[in-house]
């Protein structure tokens, strides 16, 4: 029988066709609270935590959840639920899978000999501070359990719970480095409720910015997905950027829409819903969603170019005015052609606190990323 943690991959892996998980749920849970309303929780004991990653600026992830109440309309994990044999669409953002032993069994791989402390990412996949995480507090024993072994970590959210853990995440930055970044695409609250409908406020996001970089934890904002038509306008994406350098952000890294042939099939049907003037725009731009993978994944470099154009200025003359502008190298600025960013740095920054004898982490690329939560 496959259990969960022999179904994670990397979200552009093919699948076998002779897979038919079956996931062995401890219990599935429901709650009766406005907030759950519709949820399911299937409640898993995991046995892997640490996800071996490759071709990305860090090793290692840690998915404590699978699913996302966020119910973002455009997120490159939606497809990852066909793996569980459960829809992208209608039950990604309310059949929501918890690793209730991830913490566990994550003490037990750092313990072994042959770890050595090299950066792990959270929030690769689903968002670790989604709302579920209220209720089932995952990730404080996953921060000091990486602490505690001295390992590096870095976290993407949208999740102003983040701020909860503001203690723990101290104490951990005191022995290892450890950074944030919040992905805020719009301040516009009508295309926010739309595209994002589970997630803070953009305003509580940029407040938790500010709350993380007060206390000292190096935080940025991802301005993502930049989505033609919707909130790509130059004024809108001048004042995220200019909201976002107020808030303190170490870096504002904007990143334009990219739809995978999974994601394009998930995020269409929102797109005919909520902005069918636009759907003959995207069918040029990214090929329609039967297209498979023969459609876009990406937008043409020149409409890129002109969205990152905007963002840069914006962010570069917001820090002048403020005179808090980061050592260059310190945050990403783009991906490649092809690539994602993902808000999670490669290359760990120095750091006194390091245990006896340690081997130093080992540098990844360039700090380019993959997924947006």
């Known amino acids: 029988m496959r259990l969960l943690a022999d179904l994670q991959r990397a979200p552009d892996a093919e699948v076998p066709p002779?897979?038919?998980p079956t996931l062995p749920v401890t219990r599935a849970r429901t709650f009766d609270t406005p907030e759950f309303a519709g949820m399911t929780f299937l409640e898993v004991e995991t046995k892997s935590a640490l996800n071996k990653v490759s071709g990305m600026p860090f090793g290692w992830s840690i998915n404590p959840y699978r699913g996302c109440q966020h119910a973002c309309s455009y997120c490159l994990a939606r497809p990852t639920h066909e793996y569980l044999n459960l829809s992208p669409t209608t039950d990604f953002d309310r059949t929501v899978v918890v690793k209730t032993n991830v913490a566990?069994?994550?003490?037990?791989?750092l313990a072994r000999s042959r770890?050595?402390?090299?950066?792990?990412?959270?929030?690769?996949n689903t968002d670790p501070y989604q709302r579920a995480e209220g209720r089932y507090r995952l990730m404080p024993d996953i921060i000091r359990a990486l602490a505690q072994s001295w390992t590096p970590f870095s976290i993407l959210t949208k999740g102003t719970l983040i701020t909860r853990d503001l203690p723990v995440l101290v104490e951990a930055a005191a022995r290892v480095p450890v950074s944030a970044s919040l992905t805020i695409g719009t301040l516009d609250r009508p295309t926010w409720r739309t595209a994002?409908?589970?997630t803070p406020s953009p305003r509580a996001r940029l407040d938790a910015v500010?709350?993380?970089?007060d206390a000292g934890i190096p935080t940025g904002v991802m301005l993502a997905p930049i989505m033609p038509g919707i909130n790509d306008d130059p004024e809108q994406l001048t004042a995220v950027a200019r909201a976002a350098v107020a808030a303190g952000a170490t870096h504002v890294t904007p990143i334009p829409l990219h739809l995978r042939p999974?994601?394009?099939a998930a995020f269409w049907p929102w797109l005919e819903a909520t902005h069918p003037e636009l759907v003959a725009t995207y069918t040029e731009l990214y090929g329609p969603p039967a297209a498979g993978r023969k459609g876009r994944a990406t937008l043409p470099e020149d409409i890129v170019e002109a969205?990152?154009?905007?963002?840069?200025?914006?962010?570069?003359?917001a820090w002048a005015e403020r005179g808090n502008r980061p050592p260059e190298g310190s945050w990403p600025d783009r991906a490649r052609p092809g690539e994602h960013v993902t808000g999670h740095a490669g290359r760990p920054s120095t750091n006194p606190a390091e245990p006896p004898g340690a081997e130093p982490p080992v540098a990844g690329p360039p700090a380019e990323q993959l997924s947006i939560i």
């Open 18 to 20: 002779t897979i038919a």
């Open 104 to 109: 566990e069994v994550l003490r037990g791989e």
């Open 115 to 124: 770890w050595k402390g090299e950066h792990v990412a959270m929030g690769t």
């Open 196 to 198: 994002e409908p589970g």
């Open 210 to 213: 500010r709350a993380l970089n």
């Open 262 to 264: 999974g994601v394009k």
């Open 307 to 317: 969205m990152l154009r905007t963002v840069r200025d914006a962010r570069d003359a």
